[in-house]
């Protein structure tokens, strides 16, 4: 494909004035202005027949990469000919590159760069996950004036699996196991409600007064007290709501793909430990209900069934996902449960579902802290606009509070984290109501 470069339109365009006075001056000059036009007509012709045509453009990309991160997409071109495609060895006056991406890739500066012998590379930032598909290659160049561009498109079929995060997964676990297997003496662990019983013992200064069992302490006229075992095949249910709300970003990548990367820290910690991991997706609907996996072999089962938690522009159906959820479970579990809200009337349906877990499971609710309202409602109000929108904010964020205080007096435990720190916080949270056996 050929065609003209903005020095010709230029060009063109600076010879309508002079077209206009000598039509206006002297009418029998009138074919001057038209021979003007073809005169450029004929260089850029010139320009685009003699100019060296660069070699095939090829592209370089990893093969995976993780949502959020930020990677290079290297443009080279191999080959070529030299001014009229008489020989080799001569560059083009000004060649460009263009790829054209998926929507789950932000391209900087829309996926353009200018080419140098060598090669050059465009930044790029993987938002979503799934396959991101490179679908063409685009080189132009130009001739030695300028006048004219040459542009050759090549289509590909380059595809970028984009992952969860793993980055904490490979980084805090090692720490925190680390922190689960030091060793120590202590009076008393509290037990909880999901330690399983082992056996009775004289009761002893530091033992929990709750453990005490005080019909056998009537029947032997002295305190006895209960002794759990621990459990090492806890059930760890990844809850994930796939809803309308986790699909707004939170520093570029959605709501989603944060909590992910989070639960995929707590499961590869859950698996080490010898618990069972289990995933639950839904929306509008129940869209995943994996089975019980062991092992820390079964992590790679996780982290493919996580590539089908897709983004969905429906509302949560609370209700009828936490209901199946329930029906699905035949044993004690602790639910992490990965959503969000706006205000109280959307968490309403909520409030009402979790509440019927509570009577058998432990609920764990997961939220991301949200910095951009608390920004707003902070942000000093230079005009009314700036004093509107940190009253709108304010108001939201306070019916946040209301919610999750709400909740944890049903009696789930809340954790609300900012994103960099939601991985490693879940997974504390976990290792210590292990340590509790509050499951």
Sequence with gaps: MIYPTRRLVLAAALGAPVALAV????PALWLLPAGWVVLLIVLAATDAAVAAVPGKLQLGAPAAVNVGETFALRLSVAGGTGAGGTGAGEWPRRVQGAVT?????????????????????????????GEALISQLTLRWQGPLGLAWRQRTTPLDRRILVTPDLRAVRGDSVALLTREARTGSTIQRDPGHGGEFDTLTQYQSGIDRRRIDWKRSARHASLFAKEYRAERDNNIVLAFDCGRTMVEPVDG????????????LTAYLSLKLGDRVSLFGFDARPRLASAALTGVAAFATVRRLTAQLDYRDEETNFTLGLSTLAARLDRRSLIVLFTDFVDTVSAELMLRSVGRLLTRHVLLCVVLQDDELAALAAAEPLRADDATRAVIAGDLLRERRIVLTRLRRLGVEVLEAPWRELGPALAARYLDARQRRLR
């Design 23 to 26: 039509g206006v001056a002297a």
């Design 101 to 129: 991406g998926d929507p789950r890739l932000t391209l900087a500066n829309g996926g353009q760069t200018a080419l140098a012998r060598d090669g050059s590379a465009i930044v790029a930032v993987a938002r979503r996950r």
């Design 253 to 264: 990548v959605a709501r989603l793909d944060r909590a992910i990367s989070a639960g995929l």
